[in-house]
Nanobody
Framework: QVQLVESGGGLVQAGDSLRLSCAAS????????MGWFRQPPGKERELIAR????????YYADSVKGRFTISRDNAKNMVYLQMSGLEPEDTAVYSC????????????????WGQGAQVTVSS
């Protein structure tokens, strides 16, 4: 199993940008689909971005499309989520996760999870 650790969360103002990083250890990420989930207060966790092992296929939820960018660096065993135009509605705990197949979209499809990073956007 791969161990994942997120970093880069924090408190920002509406309109600001923030980059989350996900560092992996224990095995290489190069064969895994990676996803970013978020869970707003009182709401269910949702997949907001997903990237295939080679970066060729990327998915974004409508709520973040055009504002967030997922990327990966397999050589560094890292995955990133660049967030721009942040809104108070983006306030959530953000988690990265790894899945063994391409079209993973549900939480149960992802086998490894980070501990989560809090992102708070003030208006």
């Amino acid at each position: 199993q791969v161990q994942l650790v997120e970093s880069g969360g924090g408190l920002v103002q509406a309109g600001d940008s923030l980059r989350l990083s996900c560092a992996a250890s224990g095995r290489t990420l190069s064969s895994l689909t990676m996803g970013w989930f978020r869970q707003p207060p009182g709401k269910e966790r949702e997949l907001i971005a997903r990237i295939s092992w080679n970066g060729a296929r990327i998915y974004y939820a409508d709520s973040v499309k055009g504002r967030f960018t997922i990327s990966r660096d397999n050589a560094k065993n890292m995955v990133y989520l660049q967030m721009s135009g942040l809104e108070p509605e983006d306030t959530a705990v953000y988690s990265c996760a790894a899945a063994p197949f391409l079209d993973a979209r549900l939480s149960k499809h992802f086998q490894s999870w980070g501990q989560g990073a809090q992102v708070t956007v003030s208006s």
